[in-house]
């Protein structure tokens, strides 16, 4: 078979729509002929890339409501009467008969008695005033004590500055390369059974912004190295703030999530609750029962301040880290994380060693992850850790936003298999 | 499928509105496709989508056969968007003005990344195994830079550039995987035009993203 003959065959055979001769042929020229099989490694990558490119490429969620919305007013804009009367084209077409005129006195008649059956109702309603109906006055006393719709508000109106974005740090042990897994895990069971109320402020003068805010997991992924990515975001207001008595600290959110935004799934965000002092849902009346056992935080999660609690209801202090998004890619069989501040490296066996950035390094990650580009010689030249410093100062540009790992020790929670940040540099030229 | 359409047709055309969300669930992201081939964009496309199935709402009582619907559809979208076209050149004309987004270079996705070669023995091997589909095909072959943004972004441009013919059955094809008989009758062509348009379409492609593609080999 000619050349282009073939090519054609390969472009149905990649869409599973050849026959069976053909793909026979096909798988032939496969078996003897590199060109053919090159042609099928590119069109494979094509396939590929294509499929990352649509991937985001889908009507927008409100579509169907939009259309139908439209269509059922149109449609009851023109519809027909729902009984017609056929017409003989000959009462059509008969001379209108001249009108009767009504007398004046009739006139004057029924124009009292509309006046009077008026002033009846009035006088009727003022007598026997009609019972408010029960449903409305539940929605409106609801309503009215919702503090829901107060931290909606409270959270719309929020002003965030620039550091506002970057985070406290999370100590998920990425190390054992768990750290997803053990996150989603713990997303559920937190939401299944638990809500939270918090007091969240960029600059420590703490009000309340919002209340008994769920954290859910909104979608997880597999990505292309077989990681499970989890995408979590801030969300739905749960419970009132009887129960709760929980004040965060030092904690910046960013105002919108990637995933709130609708950002493409492989670029993920993460939200860890590392401590706190919750109350089950259950003892809330408008809670929706557990179905789950209340489960303590897993250790790796917990960034300490006091002594590890075996209850999530014993500990003291809640903090709330959330990734700004990360960059992922892979070389020489060694994947790197660009994370909010640091850049996490996992090699073929699931090792991981992280290089932990000064806050002008984070800065320029932050701008590399707006515009899209990042390259091995900017993660290469970016600048070794700060000194150590004990105090997270997640609001402070000119300081480490995370607490440094002591040096030739491993960062908490994560295993350095080769030591230190250098190792980062060594394997990215591999 | 047909036949079900069918149904929810006559009983559109009966007057029961809540048939019509059925049709619009199902045929959405084809006509979302078809609206992105023509107008290369995302919001516009759903606005001419939206367009599109309000004119088949009105003109459903028209349609003699139901079985047609999704050619017919089709052609409807196509219609809507023309006409969008046909709007903005003018008022682009009169305004001066060049809606073209900024270019994307493929370099700069991949600068300093270089490529990565496959590994010469496995080449033959890794090409002779069946692929299951494309979208299968992407867990296979981890990409060398994930920079997925920025790597859409570039794709969907340089798939905007191709002609409107085989940027319409690509994305029918990759947006929702429809096969090719179903886009024969959808787009009203032979079934040899799909097989030959649909070739010359991702050859054109891959002769754009060739930098890109060396990654993902």
Known sequence: MKRPGI??????????????????????????????ALQMKQMKALGCVLDIAVEGLRPDENLLANIMGRATAEAALHRKPAISVPMPSRILEAPRPAR?????????????AVVMLVALGVLMLAVFPPAKPAALSVAARETHGDVRIIAAQSKQSRAFGKTDVLLAGDTVSVGEGKADIATDEWNCRLNSNTAITYVATADKSVTLEMSGEELWVENSVKSPKNTLQIKTAFGTILASDA?????????????????????????????FVLCG????????????????????????????????????????????????????YVRGGTSYTLDANRVVQEDTSGRFSAKYLRAEDVTKLLNWWESGTVSTPDIEALSPPAPAT???????????????????????????????AGDTQGKGKG | MAQNDAEYIKKCQEGETEAFAELVRRYMCLVYAVAYGYVRDEHAANDMAQEAFLKAFRSLASLKKPEHFGAWLAG???????????????????????????????????????SISASPEGDIAAADSRPSDFAASRDDTPPAALNTHALRRAVLQKINELPQEHRELLLLKH???VSYEEIRKMLNISYSSVVTRLFRARQALKEKLEPILKNFM
């Open chain 1, 7 to 36: 090519d054609l065959l390969l472009s149905k055979y990649c869409d599973r729509e050849t026959t069976a001769a053909e793909g026979q042929i096909v798988e032939e020229r496969l078996r003897t002929d590199p060109g053919c």
């Open chain 1, 100 to 112: 009767r005129a009504v007398p004046v006195w009739l006139k004057a008649v029924a124009a009292a």
């Open chain 1, 243 to 271: 129960n709760f008595d929980v004040k965060v600290e030092n904690i910046a959110v960013p105002a919108a999530t990637s995933a709130l935004r609708n950002e493409p799934a492989s670029i993920f965000e993460t939200c």
């Open chain 1, 277 to 328: 002092k919750v109350q089950p849902m259950e003892n809330q009346p408008s809670a929706q029962p557990s179905t789950k056992p209340y489960v303590p935080v897993p250790k790796q999660s917990v960034q300490q301040t006091s002594p590890p609690a075996p209850m999530m209801q014993n500990v003291t202090r809640i903090t709330i880290a959330v990734s700004r998004g990360s960059i992922t």
């Open chain 1, 390 to 420: 004990n105090q997270a100062a997640p609001l402070d540009n000119n300081a480490p936003l995370l607490p440094e790992p002591e040096k030739g020790k491993a960062a908490p929670n994560e295993e350095s298999p080769k030591g230190n």
């Open chain 2, 76 to 114: 409807i979208v196509k219609s809507v968007c023309i006409d969008k076209i046909r709007k903005e050149k003018g008022r682009g004309e009169a305004a001066g003005k060049n809606p073209r987004p900024a270019e994307v270079s493929l370099e700069s996705i991949l600068e300093g990344y270089g």
């Open chain 2, 175 to 177: 947006i929702q995987n």
